[in-house]
C-alpha cells in the first residue's frame, strides 16, 4: 500500500503543468564594464563603491587628452578589466562606448574590439556605435563598419558618420549619394586628407599618398590599394597594426639612481628597503646645493609613499621637505584620501586618472604624484604605484 502511494505521488508530479515546476529568474541588465577586454590581473571587486558619476566624468578625458606612459598603464588596465560595474552602469550605453573609445585612444584596440563584438544597443546609441565602427574599420572590417552606420537611428548628421556613410555609399557603387554625403562633410567640417582620399574614390583621380591617420583613412588607402607601408601611422592605427598587446612601460632611472643608492632599480623589483629609505630622507635633508636638494626631496617623498608608514624621525625630516604641493583641487586630493582609506580600488584609480589627464602628456607635478602612489599603493594598486615613481624617478632633473 505504501509502495503505490509513493508510486502514485511520483506520478502526479511528473504530470504537473511546466510551468509549476520551473522558476523563471530574471537576468540583470549588463552593465558598461562586466564584458572583459582582456585578462589583466584585476579582482572582480574592482569598482565596488565606485560612483558612476566620477566614471561618467573621467572616462571621456581618457579617450580626449593625452597621458604619460604610467598613467596610461593604469588607465588601459582598469578598463580592459572584466568586473561589475558601479552602481548605475546597468544598461548605461553611453558609458559601455565611453570605455571603449578610451580603451582605443589609449592604444589598446584588441580589447575595444572584444567588448564591442557583441555590445547591445549599437543603433540606439552613436558613441557605443562609433567604438564599434572603429574597431571593425581597424579590423579591416568594413563591411561591419558600414552596417553599423546604416543601422544607427540617432545623431546621424554628425561629421564622423557622415565620412563614413560617404565612403560606405562609395563601396556600395553609389557614386551619387557618396558625393552629396561628401559634399555635406566637408561643408561641415573640411578634411584635406579625407578630402583627397574620398574625391580620388568617387572620381579616379590620383589618390596622392596613403594615410593611416585613423580608422577610415586606413579602410580609404586600403580600398585604393595605396602602399600602407609608405604611410606613418597613427598611435592607434599603430597598435591595431600590430596585433599586439600594449606592453607595460618601462623607464630608465640610472642617472638619478646614483644619487639615490639604487633605489630605483629597488622599487623595479619590488618594495623598497627600509634602510634604503631612511637613508635617502636623510641625503634629502642634508643636501647644501639647491637642485640636488630638489631632486632628492622629491625622489625620498615618490619613493616613501609607498611604504606603509615611516619611523619618527623619517617622519619629521620629510615633514620639512620644502616640494610645492600638486596643481590637482583640494575636494579632488580629500576624495583621493578617502578613497585610499576604504581601499576603493576603481575609485581611487579614477581619481588619479582625472589629475593625469589635466596634467597631460609630461605627467602629474611631484606633489600631485605623491599622492597618488600613496593612493595607489594603499588602494591595493601597489604595481600601478611603483610606475608611477618610476615614471617620476626618471623624469627628475
Do not use: H
Request: glycine share 10%; with cysteine.
Amino acid at each position: 500500500m505504501l509502495r503505490f502511494a509513493l508510486f502514485a505521488s511520483v506520478l502526479a508530479l511528473a504530470a504537473a503543468p511546466a510551468a509549476a515546476q520551473v522558476q523563471v529568474v530574471q537576468l540583470a541588465a549588463p552593465d558598461a564594464f562586466s564584458t572583459p577586454g582582456r585578462d589583466t590581473g584585476m579582482p572582480a571587486e574592482l569598482w565596488t563603491g565606485t560612483p558612476v558619476e566620477t566614471a561618467r566624468i573621467v572616462l571621456p578625458m581618457l579617450a580626449a587628452k593625452p597621458l604619460s606612459p604610467a598613467a596610461a598603464n593604469l588607465a588601459r588596465r582598469i578598463l580592459a578589466t572584466g568586473a561589475r560595474g558601479p552602481e548605475g552602469s546597468s544598461g548605461d550605453e553611453a558609458l559601455a562606448g565611453q570605455r571603449a573609445a578610451a580603451l582605443i585612444a589609449l592604444g589598446d584596440v584588441a580589447a575595444a574590439t572584444r567588448l564591442m563584438e557583441r555590445a547591445p544597443g549599437l543603433e540606439r546609441n552613436a558613441e557605443l556605435a562609433r567604438a564599434a565602427a572603429e574597431t571593425a574599420l581597424l579590423a579591416g572590417d568594413a563591411a561591419r563598419a558600414c552596417g553599423i552606420a546604416d543601422g544607427l537611428g540617432t545623431n546621424r548628421g554628425e561629421v564622423y558618420w557622415l565620412r563614413l556613410r560617404a565612403f560606405c555609399q562609395a563601396e556600395a557603387g553609389q557614386g551619387a549619394q557618396a558625393q552629396l554625403t561628401f559634399d555635406l562633410a566637408q561643408t561641415q567640417a573640411r578634411d584635406a586628407v579625407f578630402g583627397r582620399l574620398m574625391a580620388a574614390k568617387l572620381s579616379g583621380a590620383t589618390p596622392g599618398a596613403a594615410s593611416a591617420r585613423n580608422g577610415l583613412d586606413l579602410a580609404l588607402s586600403r580600398s585604393l590599394n595605396l602602399d600602407l607601408a609608405a604611410a606613418k601611422p597613427g598611435p592607434v592605427v599603430a597598435a591595431a597594426l600590430s596585433g599586439a598587446e600594449p606592453a607595460t612601460p618601462t623607464f630608465d632611472t640610472s642617472l638619478v639612481d646614483t644619487e639615490i643608492g639604487g633605489l630605483g632599480a629597488a622599487v623595479r623589483e619590488g618594495m623598497p628597503p627600509e634602510a634604503g629609505v631612511s637613508a635617502l630622507i636623510s641625503a634629502a635633508a642634508a643636501a647644501a646645493e639647491p637642485k640636488q636638494r630638489a631632486r632628492l626631496q622629491a625622489a625620498a617623498l615618490m619613493v616613501a609613499s609607498l611604504a606603509n608608514d615611516l619611523p619618527g624621525p623619517d617622519r619629521a625630516r620629510i615633514a620639512g621637505f620644502a616640494v610645492p604641493d600638486g596643481k590637482a583641487p583640494a575636494g579632488r586630493n580629500a576624495a583621493l584620501d578617502a578613497a585610499s582609506d576604504t581601499r576603493r580600488m576603481g575609485e581611487a584609480a579614477l581619481l588619479a586618472l582625472w589629475t593625469c589627464a589635466d596634467a597631460g602628456a609630461a605627467g602629474p607635478a611631484v606633489g600631485d604624484r605623491v599622492r597618488i602612489v600613496r593612493t595607489l599603493a594603499r588602494a591595493g594598486l601597489l604595481d600601478d604605484a611603483r610606475l608611477f615613481v618610476l615614471e617620476g624617478l626618471a623624469g627628475l632633473k
